[in-house]
Nanobody, 127 residues
Framework: QLQLAESGGGLVQPGGSLRLSCTAD????????IGWFRQAPGKEREGLAC????????HYADSEKDRFTISKDTAKRTVFLQMNSLKPEDTAIYYC????????????????????WGPGTQVTVSS
């Protein structure tokens, strides 16, 4: 079993920044790949970015690759999502997820590739 825990969400003004963290805990084996998703009210869950643990390679959804950056701290088993120039439409629950094929180059960020989900953290962008 693997437990994921997100943190760093909250209320931010438009144009502001937030850094979300996802910490992986559980059995001895390391995670394969971590991805960030979000779900806004009334909308489907969408994948944003992912990172492979073994080589640090990343993939981004086209919609947010200019504003969001994913990174990791291997020693702390933590993956970050830096979000800049936030807009009201970024308001959503943000989830991190782990999966063996979650960040493959051919087909990244598929919800069907997720093995474990975190409980989510709320991000609200409002003045």
């Amino acid at each position: 079993q693997l437990q994921l825990a997100e943190s760093g969400g909250g209320l931010v003004q438009p144009g502001g920044s937030l850094r979300l963290s996802c910490t992986a805990d559980g059995d001895a084996w390391d995670y394969y790949a971590i991805g960030w998703f979000r779900q806004a009210p009334g909308k489907e869950r969408e994948g944003l970015a992912c990172i492979n643990n073994h080589d640090g390679s990343t993939h981004y959804a086209d919609s947010e690759k200019d504003r969001f950056t994913i990174s990791k701290d291997t020693a702390k088993r933590t993956v970050f999502l830096q979000m800049n120039s936030l807009k009201p439409e970024d308001t959503a629950i943000y989830y991190c997820a782990e999966g063996f094929r979650l960040c493959v180059a051919s087909d990244p960020l598929r919800s069907t590739s997720v093995g474990f989900w975190g409980p989510g953290t709320q991000v609200t962008v409002s003045s």
